[in-house]
T-cell receptor, first 115, second 112 residues
Framework: DTEVTQTPKHLVMGMTNKKSLKCEQH?????MYWYKQKAKKPPELMFV???????INESVPSRFSPECPNSSLLNLHLHALQPEDSALYLC??????????????FGPGTRLTVL | DQQVKQNSPSLSVQEGRISILNCDYT??????FLWYKKYPAEGPTFLIS?????DKNEDGRFTVFLNKSAKHLSLHIVPSQPGDSAVYFC???????????FGKGITLSVRP
């Protein structure tokens, strides 16, 4: 298995809803990442987990809550989002821990729309 | 302040010819550089990387050149194929960690 999978592919939610995005990789990668990408913009880093511990939080609002239950899974819990949070949410993983040179391998993303 | 710049938003090339995609950076701490390709509705796909100890890295039709003194890198695709049509992102990271800073991307169109 050489890919990063993300579910769901599309998600529409209201501002009062609670939902979760899921990411999975079975490549034995030690670091996992959440990015947000708006249309015609580059991906922006949100969170990094290295060895299942949160290494980086790029000053992301608390309505986004990451979780790494084990080395293969990464979740992003969403609560009380705003319409401007609508974007493509990308998960990535890399073989070595965050403190190394590393190619990151991306999943297909979840297209989130907040109404 | 953009630390990784891809100044041309688009490039159109005839099939079989060379595509040259350029990228400039401003942060001297960057010493690992990567190129990603992205199709619509998909995540970025890693293409090729280069560390600052090299000035060239080649993988099949893809070659990345790094000019550290000019803080410039380029991706050459030879020969270009219609399936190469996509958005290409240049990214850079410092030596201490894997945090990637992406450029805005360039849309490559390869005409049959």
């Amino acid at each position: 298995d050489t890919e990063v999978t993300q579910t769901p592919k599309h998600l529409v939610m209201g501002m009062t809803n609670k939902k979760s995005l899921k990411c999975e990789q079975h490549m034995g990668h030690r670091a996992m990442y959440w990015y947000k990408q708006k249309a015609k913009k580059p991906p922006e880093l949100m969170f990094v987990y290295s060895y299942e511990k949160l290494s980086i939080n790029e000053s992301v609002p608390s309505r986004f809550s990451p979780e790494c239950p084990n080395s293969s899974l990464l979740n992003l819990h969403l609560h009380a989002l705003q319409p401007e949070d609508s974007a493509l949410y990308l998960c990535a993983s890399s073989q070595e821990d965050f403190e190394s040179y590393n190619e990151q391998f991306f999943g297909p993303g979840t297209r989130l729309t907040v109404l | 302040d953009q630390q990784v710049k891809q100044n041309s938003p688009s490039l159109s090339v005839q099939e079989g010819r060379i595509s040259i995609l350029n990228c400039d950076y401003t942060n001297s701490m960057f010493d690992y550089f990567l190129w990603y390709k992205k199709y619509p509705a998909e995540g970025p796909t890693f293409l090729i990387s280069i560390s600052s100890i090299k000035d060239k890295n080649e993988d099949g039709r893809f070659t990345v050149f790094l000019n550290k003194s000019a803080k410039h890198l380029s991706l050459h695709i030879v020969p270009s194929q219609p399936g190469d049509s996509a958005v290409y992102f240049c990214a850079a990271s410092p030596g201490a960690n894997s945090k990637l800073t992406f450029g805005k991307g360039i849309t490559l169109s390869v005409r049959p």
